[in-house]
């Protein structure tokens, strides 16, 4: 009996593109994307931005729930 690997023919619906939250110590900042925060909490919540209209969001559920509610047509 042939059984076949289970990641031969698995491919990605959509690739998430996660931006990481770094700390910068010569300046004691946070990084995110573009955007400098000067705590933790800052940078968490702006992780995930709109491409249409910039704005913030902190989790992808809520990103996808915009674009869907201001951006579909």
């Not at 690997?5 to 690739?15: A, D, G, S, T, W």
């Not at 910068?24 to 933790?40: D, H, I």
């Not at 910039?54 to 729930?65: C, E, Q, S, V």
């Amino acid at each position: 009996m042939f059984v076949k690997p289970l990641n031969e023919n698995l491919r990605l619906k959509y690739k998430i593109a996660k931006s990481r939250i770094s700390y910068n110590n010569k300046t004691g900042t946070y990084q995110s994307g573009s955007g400098t925060y000067a705590e933790y909490d800052q940078a968490k919540e702006n992780k995930w931005k709109c491409e249409k209209c910039f704005n913030h969001f902190a989790t992808l559920k809520k990103l996808k729930l915009h674009k869907i509610d201001y951006h579909s047509y």
